[in-house]
């Protein structure tokens, strides 16, 4: 049973940094990936990495965010956060034996598995 636990979230100043981290409960994902929903918005990605650690990030988060893995976790460094940064980040993570070629994996459709989720806050 694959689990995806999120942790690291929290309240920062505009400016500041924080780590978000995600643990998978199994090994190997095809592809891992970093969403986020802020309040009254959709759902948007916010980066994504593959097998062979071929990265892409929104462009409201280049040169900010950083995507890496280790291991069984998951890595989202952010600095120089903004308000607009504010959100629910969520973690999520595909097999190669489930992943749907004609999917993008900027495209939340392309992920099975997901964390519940962890609050970044900046104010």
């Known amino acids: 049973h694959v ?10 100043p505009p400016g500041g940094s924080l780590r978000l981290s995600c643990t998978a409960s199994v ?6 990936a970093w969403f986020r929903r802020p309040p009254g ?5 916010v980066a994504t990495i593959d097998t062979i650690d071929n990265i892409n990030y929104a ?3 280049k040169e900010r965010f950083s995507i890496y893995k280790d291991l069984n976790t998951l ?3 952010m600095n120089s956060l903004k308000p607009e ?3 629910m980040y969520y973690c999520a993570a595909q097999t190669l034996t489930s992943y749907n070629s004609w ?4 495209d939340p459709l392309a992920y099975r598995y997901w964390g519940q989720g962890t609050q970044v ?3």
């Open 75 to 77: 890595y989202l460094r």
């Open 3 to 12: 689990q995806l636990v999120e942790s690291g979230g929290g309240l920062v």
């Open 27 to 32: 090994g190997s994902f095809y592809c891992m």
């Open 41 to 45: 918005k959709e759902r948007e990605e």
């Open 85 to 87: 940064d504010t959100a």
């Open 103 to 106: 999917l993008s994996l900027r």
């Open 121 to 123: 806050t900046v104010s």
């Open 59 to 61: 462009d409201s988060v």
